[in-house]
């Protein structure tokens, strides 16, 4: 670069090199992206699952082999975090294969001429509800799963009765 005397006074109409500014985009907001279908994202990246379920098992191998304290709890931890991930991606997909199940019925009531029916919020988490209790009863696992609602519920009661010291 050339160097400029600071005796003289810089010129009011001086030459700029302009510098392109790099523009970032983020691909999640970007319409360029396209949009959005979770059942063509589950196609796309399908590979994924059978990776996690190689390194879940590399980990189970880890854990049997580890001596140490501190790295077979961070193991453990890590191996906790997965199969949590994992039934939560199986409980989405039960969601949505519900959900498509639900549009389906209404588009067939449709075809039929009748007027489509949507459920509530409130009536969808009834149902959900009701299948769960479902699902607990077959695999016998209700009775625990109600004591444990019992419990939790009483201590909620006890928090908000006066205390005994008060009496």
Same mark, same amino acid.
């Given at each position: 670069?050339? /160097?400029?005397?600071?005796?003289?006074?810089?010129? +009011?109409?001086?030459?700029?090199?302009? =510098?392109?500014?790099? =523009?970032?985009?983020?691909?999640?907001?970007?319409? %360029?992206? &396209?949009?959005?279908?979770?059942?063509?994202?589950?196609?796309?990246?399908?590979?994924?699952?059978?990776?996690?379920?190689?390194?879940?098992?590399?980990?189970?191998?880890?854990?049997?082999?580890? $001596?140490? =304290?501190?790295?077979? #709890?961070?193991?453990?931890?890590?191996?906790? $975090?997965?199969?949590?991930?994992?039934?939560?991606?199986?409980?989405?997909?039960?969601?949505?294969?519900?959900?498509?199940? %639900?549009?389906?019925?209404?588009?067939? %009531?449709?075809?039929? &001429?009748?007027?489509? +029916?949507?459920?509530? !919020?409130? #009536?969808?988490?009834?149902? #959900?509800?009701? /299948? !769960?209790?479902?699902?607990?009863?077959?695999? &016998? !696992? %209700? #009775?625990?799963?109600?004591?444990?609602?019992?419990?939790?519920?009483?201590?909620?009661?006890?928090?908000? *009765?006066?205390?005994?010291?008060? *009496?």
């Amino acid at each position: 670069p050339l /160097e400029m005397s600071a005796k003289k006074p810089v010129p +009011f109409l001086r030459q700029v090199v302009s =510098v392109t500014k790099k =523009v970032h985009r983020d691909p999640r907001f970007d319409d %360029l992206s &396209g949009e959005y279908k979770p059942e063509i994202f589950m196609k796309t990246y399908s590979f994924l699952d059978s990776i996690k379920k190689q390194e879940k098992e590399m980990i189970q191998k880890q854990l049997k082999k580890c $001596r140490n =304290v501190e790295q077979k #709890e961070k193991l453990q931890q890590l191996l906790n $975090r997965m199969t949590q991930q994992e039934q939560a991606q199986k409980n989405k997909q039960k969601l949505r294969e519900r959900e498509l199940s %639900l549009k389906r019925q209404q588009r067939e %009531l449709a075809k039929q &001429g009748k007027k489509p +029916f949507f459920l509530k !919020k409130s #009536e969808k988490r009834k149902l #959900e509800l009701a /299948e !769960k209790y479902a699902e607990l009863k077959r695999s &016998g !696992k %209700l #009775e625990s799963f109600l004591n444990k609602k019992r419990k939790r519920n009483a201590i909620k009661d006890k928090r908000h *009765l006066p205390s005994q010291k008060n *009496l």
